[in-house]
């Protein structure tokens, strides 16, 4: 399950990894939350939506993006606020959590740490052979935080399997 959290709109989407780098979208969508509403009731919409989407689809694992300082603090803190409810909700129900850097996820998918919005937009319509591309933005990236995880997990289940055996993962 890949999350891109917002407390005005959070991205939400689950693929299933297949053979290799094949990635298969299984759904996306986007919560959105009233920005006329207190905090604690935008939480808990958000919380109730998250929940709802862990219940129904039963994700081995989520991928969210890391929260950074984007130079609003406003924005930062409602958005460290949503991450919170949506690690939360994993942390729940034993889900293993990975967070990712936006210049993360788009060195992964696009091979370019710098891509703008429309070019992960188009990457993702073509790496999940998707009709049209998801709208709006938030959808496309939590496509995109999804399938990071789907291709960088490999690499991060042998590194733990290096270090937890004692060797040298360089």
Same mark, same amino acid.
């Given at each position: 399950m890949g &999350?891109?959290?917002?407390?005005?709109?959070?991205? !939400?989407?689950?693929?299933? %990894?297949? *053979? =290799?780098?094949? $990635?298969?979208?299984?759904?996306?969508?986007?919560?959105?939350?009233?920005?006329?509403?207190?905090?604690?009731?935008?939480?808990?919409?958000?919380?109730?939506?998250?929940?709802?989407?862990?219940?129904?689809?039963?994700?081995?694992?989520?991928?969210?993006?890391?929260?950074?300082?984007?130079?609003?603090?406003?924005?930062? &803190?409602?958005?460290?606020?949503?991450?919170?409810? !949506?690690?939360?909700?994993? %942390?729940? *129900? =034993?889900?293993? $959590?990975?967070?990712?850097?936006?210049?993360?996820?788009?060195?992964?998918?696009?091979?370019?740490?710098?891509?703008?919005?429309?070019?992960?937009?188009?990457?993702?319509?073509?790496?999940?052979?998707?009709?049209?591309?998801?709208k709006p933005?938030?959808?496309?990236?939590?496509?995109?935080?999804?399938?990071?995880?789907?291709?960088?997990?490999?690499?991060?289940?042998?590194?733990?399997?290096?270090?937890n055996s004692?060797?040298?993962?360089?």
């Amino acid at each position: 399950m890949g &999350i891109d959290p917002g407390l005005t709109r959070c991205g !939400l989407s689950v693929v299933q %990894a297949g *053979r =290799g780098r094949e $990635v298969l979208p299984v759904a996306v969508g986007v919560v959105r939350t009233p920005t006329g509403e207190e905090l604690p009731d935008r939480l808990l919409r958000l919380s109730n939506a998250v929940n709802e989407w862990m219940d129904d689809y039963r994700p081995d694992v989520v991928a969210v993006e890391r929260v950074f300082e984007r130079g609003n603090v406003s924005t930062v &803190i409602h958005t460290a606020h949503a991450s919170g409810v !949506l690690v939360l909700a994993a %942390a729940q *129900r =034993g889900i293993p $959590v990975h967070m990712y850097t936006p210049s993360e996820v788009k060195k992964a998918v696009s091979g370019n740490g710098r891509a703008d919005k429309r070019q992960m937009t188009s990457m993702i319509t073509r790496i999940l052979g998707l009709s049209e591309p998801p709208k709006p933005a938030d959808a496309a990236d939590a496509l995109a935080l999804a399938v990071c995880h789907c291709w960088r997990a490999p690499l991060l289940a042998r590194t733990a399997a290096l270090l937890n055996s004692g060797g040298d993962p360089s």
